[in-house]
């Protein structure tokens, strides 16, 4: 899934009603090369990358592209907020523990069956959020070789 160059990216944010700006480019290029990245993360990829830019610049960016459905945002229970440019698939996230390495984990079977509740309670569900928690293989790995013996 690399079609994002920067052309595309210029079209992307005009379709969304966004002014084309060098931050947002950059953020928008950051955010796809690295999913699931914080602010943090992102505004030290886009520093490096064109150089003088504030914080509030990037959360400005990340607010607005977030705001206009380009990112989606997931803040898992004591974590930074993270970013990701793969937008409404609604598809779930795994945690590791340890590390806090996050990667993408599709709908365990078929297309979105957990927006199908077994009671709705009358509510119109449009998004469910499942978050698996564990530890990565790298940190298992760690921690079998530790305290291997
Ligand atoms: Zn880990
Ligand atoms: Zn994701």
Redesign the pocket.
Known sequence: MSRATSVDNDALLRQHGLHVTAQRLAVLRAVSDR??STAEDIYNVVRAEIGAISHQAVYDALAALTDKGLF?R?QPAGSSARY?N?VGDN???LVCRTCSR???IDCAVGDTPCLTASDDSGYEIDEAEVTYWGRCPDCVAATSISSGG
């Open positions: 999913p699931h989606r997931i990701e793969r598809h779930h996230h996050m990667v993408d």
